[in-house]
């Protein structure tokens, strides 16, 4: 589903499931220039909160540290742009909030 979202919007899906080490990314895609990394939150309900506040700041870095790894060896000179999908499933009906640049390297650059 989350792919057939980028695609719609003229994403270039490059990857799915990609994995570095114990690191995963859901979906690696191309948006114009930039290399986009997705993470993807599907949730039955919203009750507890939105799929997306589950992407933790640990998760945010094992992110970062993925995106570098697939940049370095893909031979990718792009700017990364993180984003998250995230989709709550209700009655059959699914409800899907892209969130473009949900968060920047740049915050976590210490840490990683």
């Known amino acids: 589903m989350a792919c057939n979202w980028l695609i719609a919007k003229g994403y270039a899906i490059l990857e799915t499931n990609w994995r570095h080490g114990k690191d995963e990314v859901d ?4 948006d114009k220039n930039e290399l986009v ?3 993807v939150k599907t949730r039955s309900t919203d009750y507890f909160g939105d799929p997306e506040e589950a ?3 640990q998760k945010a ?7 570098e790894a697939y940049a370095e060896i ?3 000179d792009a700017d990364i742009r993180f984003d998250i ?5 209700r009655n ?3 409800s899907v ?9 740049a915050d976590f650059w210490e840490e990683t």
């Open 74 to 76: 893909s031979d990718i």
């Open 92 to 94: 059959g009906k699914a």
């Open 85 to 89: 999908i995230s989709i709550v499933i």
């Open 37 to 39: 990394i997705v993470e």
């Open 27 to 30: 979906i690696i895609a191309k």
């Open 55 to 57: 992407v933790t700041p």
């Open 61 to 67: 870095r094992r992110l970062i540290r993925s995106a």
């Open 97 to 105: 909030r892209h969130i473009e640049d949900a968060f920047f390297a």
